[in-house]
């Protein structure tokens, strides 16, 4: 991690080694809490939970998490913190600063979360930009290390969005073997293939679902239409669903299926294919929680 201020805006802010021993952590502390056994390492600690959108597993997973670990979150909604206008940004953030141990941020634009860690003096965690969902990877990670391996070939088959983004960074990183299908014009953003292709290499790209699933052990995808596009709606349904993006019985042979939620039953995955047994997803919700008190312990603890 560089910087004086750890921080973790995208997956590559951690190295290699980094990324593995949080998800070693994360495998830990998902074994403690199994156990019941406690593990209140951040006793004492606040952190303060930023959200510009909706959530369901980052909001809890984060507070709960906080409490598992000795610790407090708070809560700040749209209507708490203005980051559109209220104050500048830099504001906010030498202002947090001076209350809570960490800042994890949810917001639309990148560079807002960016600011935010540039100005805070305690570690900020990116909780979902419009670019990047690097909380997201460490679960997806650590569900495919535990449930496939890392020997395993992946297929993102969908949007090149923000979780597909982090992901292909992650995947870097951690080695694994990924493909990637979207729609032309729909693709990984070519700075994230670039930083990919650094951390050892980028994903293969091609417009064609049906080839990216052929040889792969576990088919990923996310919603159509991310939180802020409801404007593209149409014209993005129109386009995955031309193009055969959606995870059904016919695309799919045996691979297992990961989405990191909240689907779109009917759109990019059917009923039958996320309730089916081939089904990561769940796993996937649970370890948000171990692998976010992993990083967490990470960038508040040491
Ligand atoms: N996967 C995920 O981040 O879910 P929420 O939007 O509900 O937090
Ligand atoms: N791509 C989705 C992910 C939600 C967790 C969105 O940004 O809405």
Redesign the pocket.
Known sequence: MGGAVPRFVDVDDLSRSELFAVLDRAAALKRAAGRGEPHRYLAGDTLAMVFE?P?T??RVSFETGMTQLGGHAVFLGPDDIGLDGREPIQDIARSLSQYVDGIMARVFDHADAVELADYATVPVVNG?T?DA?PC?TLADLLTIRESCGFDASVAWVG?G???AQSFVVGAALAGLDLTVATPAGYGIDDDVLERAAELGAAPETTDDPAAAVAGADVVYT??W?????EDEREEKLGVFEAGGFQLDDDLLDDQRVMH???AHRGEEITDAVIESDRALVWTQAGNRLHAQKALLTRLLGD
């Open positions: 959108k959530s597993r980052t979902l419009d969902h997201q949007d969005n923000n979780v996310d919603v239409v991310s939180m802020g596009q990191c939620l909240p």
